[in-house]
C-alpha cells in the first residue's frame, strides 16, 4: 500500500532531482566561464553568447530582448523566468515539483528551496553587475544545492521517491558535465584572437575547476595537465561522481531499483557501452570531434529520459488496462 | 506593567457574548478563561500572540504554496482567544446537527427516486425546477447506507438570547476542517496552563473519523480500501487541505489526470507500478467539472467515464454527485418540514426564520420591511444579490424589489440576526486588549455507516470592529474552538 507512487508524484520527484543539479550546474557553467575570462591575458574578450549555445538556449534568448554581452548573458541565465534554463526558472520549477511531494521529502529540503530562491532572485542584479558579488551569489547556488543533497542523503528513506529524486539527479549531471566540458577557449574567443601558449592548460583547469574536480583529478593524475587525461577523467572515470560514466552508473543502480525498469536499463546500457568506446586521445587531438561527440552524448541521454518517460510517467492508460486486466484474470 | 484594560462586551446592544454572556452568570470554566486572560499584562498577550503567529507561520511552511504567486498562500488570521462553548450545550447541538444531515440525507435520497415528499404535497415541485443544483444523471442511485452528504459543513450562528441556528448548510465540497485541526495545535503551543486547568475536549479524532466514514462506502469487500483524495490541484485555494487531510489519512492525493476508468467502467489510478483500482474518491471538485462525458466538455479537472463508474457502482464518491440539491437557500426554508416528514420528530436544532417570496403574502411582508430584513437570491454564494436591509439604500432596496417582483421564487428573506460575540485580541503593544468580535462556527458533520460531528469545529471571526463579515477574505480570521467540560475539571 505505501509503495504505490503516482506517474505524475514520480514525475515530480524526478525533476526536482534534475532542476536542482541543472541550477548548480548553470552556475558551474558560469563560474567556468568567469574563471576563464580572468585567466586571459589582456582581458581578451569572452565571447559570452556561447554559454547561451551551450545550454541550447539559443530561441529563448532571441526572444528575450537581451544583448549578447555578458550581462545580457548573465541575467539570461541567472535571473530570467522566461528561460526555462536560467538559475531561477530551475529553482522556481524545483520548488513547483516539490509542492506535490513535500510530504515525502524532509521538511529542510523544502526550507532550503525556500531561502535560496530568495536569495537568486534579491541578489541577482548586483551579482551581474559585479563580479565579486556574482561568485558570491554562484558559489551560494552551488552550496545550497549540495545542503538539499545533503539532506536528502542523510534523512529520507530510500523509497521509489527517493530512486526517482536521484535518477533524474545524476542524468542531469551526466549531461550538464558534457556541457560544461564544452566550455573552452576555441569557443570562446573570436576567431582571429590568437591563443595564448598556456591556454589549453588554462582551460581545462578551468572545466575541471568549475566541476569541483580538480584536486580528484590531480590525485589521479599528477603532473602536467593534459587534455587527454582530463577528458578521459571527466567522461570515462569510474570513481569520479561527476564524470559522465559514473554519473550513468549511479543513475543505473537508482533505476535498476525501479517496478520493472528493463526498458531504462537497456537505454542506460547504451549510453554507457558509448562513453566507454569513447578514446580521450583521439577526441583531445581534435576539437570539432570532441564538439560533435559531445553533442551525440547529449542524444545518447535524451533517450534514457525517453525510456524513463514511456516507462513511468506517461504509460498509455489503454495498455495499462489492458495489463491490469490480464493481471486479474491470470 | 500595565494592567489590562477590562473587557466591554456588548451586552447592552443586546448581543450574547460566548464567554462573557456565561462568566457573568456565574459560569466556572468561562470565569476562569476570562479571568486569566484579563489578567495578563498587555505586553504578555501581544507576547502571546507573536509566539502562536510564529508558530503559525513554521507550520504554515508545510501548508505554504511554493510559488511566486503569493495570493495563494492561504495564511489566515489567527486569534489567539478562544471560542468556548460548553460540553452539555455542544451535545445538544451535536444531536440536532445528527438528525439535520440524516434528514437532509434521507431528502436527497428520495428527490433523486420517488420523490415522495413532493407527491405528499410537503415539498413543492418548482423548487427542483428552480434548482441549479439538481442533476438529472444522479436518479435512481442508491449510495451506500443511504447516504449522499457524507460530509457537511454545516455553518452556525448563536441570536441575541443565545439560540444557535444553522444559517446554511454546506453539502457539496465544504471546507475549513485543516484550520480547526491546526488551530488547536498552535493554542496548545499558545496557552498550555488554560489546557492543564481546564478540561478541553480534542479535536484530532477527525481525519480517522474521515478515514473510516469513506472506508465504509467501498463497493468492494476489501480490508483496506484504496482511497483517493481528488483535488482540481495545486491553484485551487483549499490545495493544502486537500493536501492536509491525504497526508493525515495516509491515503493518495489525486488530481484528475492521475485517474482513468477503463472499458471495465472501473477506476484506476496511473502509478509507476501499472495501474491501481480506486474504491472510494473523497472529491474536492465541484459537480460540473466531475467528467467530462456528462457535464463540462471542457473541464480537465474531471475523469472521463467518472459517472458512468460511479452509477455503475464501482467506484464510490464522497460527496455524491447531486448532493447540492439540498444546500440551495429555497430548499433550506423547508428543513424543518424536512426533519418531521422523514424522522417524524420535531428539530432539534434551529432553522432562521425565513420568509418565500414564493408565496404572495411573505412576499407581500417581505416587500413592506425591506429595512429590517436580510434579502438573498436563492441561487448565488459569496454574498453576491445580498441585501442587508438596516444597512441598505434606497436605492439598492428599490433595485432588490424590483427583482424580486420579476422573480419571486429566486428570493428568500430573514430577519436581521444580532450575531454572538466573542473576546478577541486587538491593538498592540501596550494597548494590547480584549474586545468583543463576532463569530460564526462551522462543525463538520460525518455521515456514512455511522456518524460523526466534530469536536466544536472552525469559528471564523470578524476582525473588523462592528463588521458581521467572517469571510478571509474580506477581514476574517479563525480561533480555536474549545468545548469545555466543567465537571471533568480538576477542581484542585
Known amino acids: ?330 | 506593567m500595565a494592567v489590562a484594560k477590562r473587557y466591554r462586551p456588548l451586552l447592552q446592544d443586546g448581543f450574547f457574548d460566548d464567554l462573557a454572556t456565561l462568566a457573568s452568570r456565574g459560569e466556572s470554566s468561562s470565569r476562569g478563561i476570562l479571568d486569566f486572560l484579563l489578567a495578563m499584562a498587555p505586553e504578555d498577550l501581544a507576547q502571546r500572540r507573536d509566539a502562536a503567529e510564529a508558530a503559525v507561520r513554521t507550520m504554515g511552511i508545510t501548508f505554504t504554496v511554493y510559488s511566486e504567486a503569493g495570493a495563494i498562500d492561504r495564511m489566515w488570521p489567527f486569534d489567539i482567544v478562544p471560542r468556548v462553548i460548553l460540553l452539555a450545550e455542544w451535545m445538544q447541538i451535536e444531536a440536532g446537527l445528527k438528525q439535520r444531515v440524516r434528514a437532509l440525507n434521507a431528502f436527497i435520497n428520495d428527490i433523486y427516486n420517488d420523490q415522495q415528499i413532493i407527491k405528499d404535497g410537503v415539498f413543492p415541485a418548482w423548487v427542483l425546477e428552480k434548482s441549479v443544483n439538481f442533476r438529472e444523471e444522479c436518479r435512481g442511485m442508491h449510495p451506500a447506507h443511504g447516504v449522499w452528504a457524507h460530509i457537511c459543513g454545516s455553518d452556525l450562528v448563536r441570536g441575541k438570547d443565545g439560540t444557535v441556528y444553522v444559517l446554511e448548510d454546506n453539502l457539496r465540497v465544504p471546507s475549513g476542517v485543516s484550520y480547526m485541526l491546526e488551530n488547536r495545535a498552535v493554542m496548545k503551543r499558545t496557552f498550555p496552563e488554560l489546557f492543564e486547568n481546564h478540561y478541553i475536549l480534542p479535536v484530532d479524532e477527525y481525519p480517522s473519523q474521515l478515514y473510516e466514514s469513506l472506508a465504509a462506502l467501498s463497493p468492494r469487500d476489501t480490508s483496506e480500501p484504496s482511497i483517493v483524495v481528488l483535488t482540481p490541484g495545486i491553484f485551487n485555494s483549499a490545495y493544502f487541505e486537500h493536501s492536509y487531510l491525504a497526508q493525515q489519512m495516509g491515503v493518495e492525493l489525486v488530481e484528475g489526470a492521475d485517474l482513468f476508468v477503463a472499458d471495465d467502467d472501473c477506476v484506476y489510478m496511473r502509478t509507476v507500478h501499472g495501474p491501481l483500482r480506486v474504491d472510494v474518491i473523497y472529491r474536492r471538485i465541484d459537480d460540473l467539472f466531475l467528467d467530462p462525458e456528462v457535464f463540462r466538455p471542457d473541464s480537465t479537472l474531471g475523469v472521463p467515464g467518472l459517472m458512468r463508474a460511479w452509477r455503475a457502482g464501482n467506484v464510490a464518491m464522497a460527496n455524491a454527485p447531486g448532493s447540492g440539491v439540498a444546500d440551495d437557500k429555497v430548499v433550506y426554508a423547508f428543513v424543518p418540514d424536512i426533519v418531521r416528514y422523514y424522522l417524524n420528530e420535531e428539530p432539534q436544532i434551529a432553522n432562521v426564520p425565513t420568509w418565500q417570496c414564493a408565496d404572495p403574502d411573505q412576499c407581500a411582508y417581505v416587500l413592506d420591511h425591506l429595512e429590517e430584513v436580510v434579502v438573498k437570491p436563492a441561487n448565488e454564494s459569496g454574498g453576491y444579490g445580498l441585501l442587508i436591509g438596516p444597512h441598505s439604500s434606497a436605492s439598492q432596496r428599490k433595485a432588490t424589489a424590483a427583482s424580486i417582483r420579476k422573480d419571486p421564487r429566486n428570493w428568500i428573506a430573514q430577519p436581521c440576526l444580532n450575531l454572538s460575540t466573542t473576546p478577541t485580541l486587538v491593538g498592540s503593544g501596550a494597548d494590547c486588549h480584549l474586545a468583543p468580535r463576532h463569530v460564526d462556527l462551522r462543525p463538520f458533520i460525518l455521515s456514512s455507516a455511522e456518524q460523526y460531528v466534530t469536536m466544536g469545529g472552525l469559528t471564523r471571526v470578524a476582525l473588523r470592529e462592528g463588521s458581521l463579515v467572517v469571510n478571509s477574505s474580506q477581514g476574517g480570521g479563525s480561533k480555536d474552538t474549545w468545548i469545555v467540560d466543567p465537571d471533568g475539571e480538576d477542581s484542585a
Open chain 1, 1 to 330: 500500500m505505501n509503495a504505490q507512487l503516482l506517474s505524475r508524484v514520480a514525475e515530480h520527484f524526478y525533476w526536482f532531482g534534475r532542476y536542482i543539479e541543472r541550477a548548480e550546474n548553470t552556475a558551474r557553467l558560469i563560474i567556468a566561464n568567469g574563471n576563464l575570462a580572468l585567466d586571459l591575458p589582456g582581458r581578451a574578450r569572452l565571447d559570452w553568447y556561447t554559454l547561451v549555445e551551450t545550454t541550447s538556449a539559443q530561441e529563448a534568448f532571441a526572444s528575450s530582448g537581451h544583448n549578447p554581452t555578458e550581462p545580457g548573458v548573465l541575467r539570461f541565465l541567472i535571473a530570467d523566468l522566461n528561460n526555462p534554463g536560467s538559475i531561477l526558472s530551475s529553482l522556481r520549477y524545483a520548488r513547483e515539483n516539490l509542492r506535490s511531494m513535500r510530504d515525502r521529502v524532509p521538511r529542510e529540503v523544502a526550507e532550503s528551496m525556500n531561502v535560496l530562491y530568495a536569495v537568486v532572485s534579491e541578489r541577482s542584479d548586483g551579482a551581474i553587475r559585479r563580479t565579486s558579488a556574482r561568485f558570491d551569489l554562484l558559489r551560494g547556488v552551488m552550496d545550497h544545492c549540495q545542503i538539499v543533497r545533503g539532506y536528502l542523503a542523510g534523512t529520507m528513506s530510500r523509497g521509489l521517491g527517493y530512486r526517482f529524486i536521484r535518477s533524474g539527479q545524476v542524468l542531469e549531471r551526466a549531461d550538464m558535465t558534457t556541457r560544461i566540458m564544452d566550455v573552452r577557449v576555441e569557443d570562446l574567443l573570436p576567431d582571429d584572437h590568437e591563443l595564448p601558449a598556456v591556454a589549453d592548460a588554462l582551460q581545462w583547469m578551468a572545466v575541471l575547476r568549475s566541476l569541483s574536480a580538480y584536486q580528484m583529478y590531480r590525485r589521479h593524475k599528477p603532473g602536467a595537465i593534459k587534455a587527454r587525461h582530463v577528458i578521459d577523467f571527466l567522461l570515462q572515470d569510474e570513481s569520479f561522481p561527476r564524470s559522465v560514466y559514473s554519473a550513468l552508473s549511479q543513475f543505473r543502480d537508482h533505476a535498476g531499483q525501479l517496478p520493472q525498469p528493463q526498458d531504462v536499463l537497456g537505454a542506460v546500457d547504451a549510453a554507457l557501452g558509448d562513453v566507454s568506446s569513447l578514446r580521450a586521445a583521439v577526441l583531445s587531438a581534435d576539437n570539432a570531434r570532441l564538439h560533435t561527440t559531445l553533442d551525440q552524448l547529449q542524444v545518447t541521454l535524451l533517450n534514457v529520459h525517453a525510456a524513463m518517460d514511456r516507462s513511468y510517467f506517461d504509460p498509455q492508460p489503454m495498455e495499462m488496462a489492458a495489463t491490469q486486466t490480464q493481471k486479474q484474470s491470470g
